[in-house]
């Protein structure tokens, strides 16, 4: 057996030790390597969607069916929450909201390449190489080569006690929505702008007893009046005080001169504002609506920053699921055409 001298053998072990340590650091390192760009990865998608209901899940539909990476981001508020149910969507008509919502994410999850996260995105940025960052609340970033903004809007209603709580249930804004399972009662419609007297008009196919209340505007001509008055409208001109009535039902209003009014359901038309920071962020242009400011759109659904498209509400003047979830239909379409090109 061969022997080597003390000094000669402990100079070799140390090298083979050293030599063991440095490959077992270089495979620590690359393992660190490949685990950051497999989270890097995982972070990464072709498509991040702000907003999970009827035009944001329609837009993901049609991306993860061509079998990119989708991403969902969605805070749990959609604007439609407080109606117990939907009407005039085909084959759903009556179902909850929240209810189809649910169906969609499910479809949608069915996917291999889709993903959905609930919670707020608060922060999205343009990085160097063109693609979109979505910071949320929690603080994870995610990446995007598109973006589709589905955010919706929030209804400003008027400041009258009984308003809000009723919301959705015996006062709505859309009769095409809410109007026949209201029909036949006594309705309302109340003044809060040019819209009104339009939206006042249409009321006559629902009900056979409806009331204008003009809320103190002088400014209704007496032509105005006269019209009203031969499609057999009721006129009130003294504001509105408070809605009475049990659990969400409607059974009269208080006017400002002390008088009350018998009335099962009221419509108004809300002004709306957009809810999310992003767009102003990412520098989209706003139009104005007849209801408020609205993202501004091509027909594609794309807005004024390149890759960045928006649907539903945040981006129309006319609102319905239908035509939600057909915007959503377009941006996603669209924004999967445009990521041939990379």
């Known amino acids: 057996m061969l022997k080597l001298p003390r000094r000669r053998f402990w100079i070799l ?175 309302g419609v109340l003044n809060v702008g040019e819209a009104s007297l339009h939206q006042v008009k249409l009321m006559v196919d629902w009900s056979d007893d409806v009331t204008f209340f003009a809320q103190g505007d002088n400014r209704l001509s007496a032509d105005e009046r006269a019209e009203l008055t031969k499609r057999n409208i009721s006129i009130v001109d003294s504001p509105v005080k408070s809605l009475v009535g049990d659990s969400g039902t409607l059974e009269r209003v208080e006017l400002d001169n002390g008088q009350s009014v018998p009335l099962e359901a009221l419509f108004l038309t809300t002004q709306t504002s957009i809810n999310n920071p992003l767009i102003e962020q990412l520098g989209c242009e706003l139009e104005a609506g007849p209801f408020g400011s609205m993202v501004k759109t091509n027909n594609f659904q794309e807005t004024t920053v390149e890759g960045v498209y928006a649907a539903g509400d945040v981006a129309r003047s006319m609102h319905t699921v239908t035509w939600a979830a057909s915007d959503g239909v377009t941006a996603g379409a669209f924004a999967h055409q445009s990521l041939l090109a990379l």
């Open 13 to 187: 072990a140390g090298t083979f030790l050293a030599s063991m340590l440095s490959t077992k650091v270089k495979a620590s390192t690359s393992i660190s390597k490949n685990k950051q760009s497999v989270r890097m990865e995982k972070n990464q998608f072709d498509v991040i969607v702000i907003g999970g209901s009827f035009a944001g899940l329609s837009a993901a539909l049609q991306i993860v069916r061509a079998r990119r990476k989708v991403l969902v981001i969605d805070a749990g508020k959609p604007r439609n929450r407080f109606a117990t149910a939907a009407h005039g969507f085909l084959s759903r008509d009556g179902q909850a909201p929240e209810q189809i919502s649910r169906i969609g994410k499910e479809q949608f999850l069915d996917y291999p390449t889709a993903e959905f996260i609930e919670g707020k995105a608060t922060r999205a940025t343009r990085q160097g190489d063109g693609s979109f960052a979505v910071e949320l609340e929690s603080g994870a970033v995610y990446l995007g080569a598109r973006l589709i903004l589905a955010t919706g809007i929030t209804d400003q209603l008027p400041d009258i006690p009984g308003v809000r709580e009723r919301w959705g249930k015996t006062v709505n804004h859309c009769p095409y929505c809410h109007g026949y399972e209201l029909a036949g009662r006594k309705w």
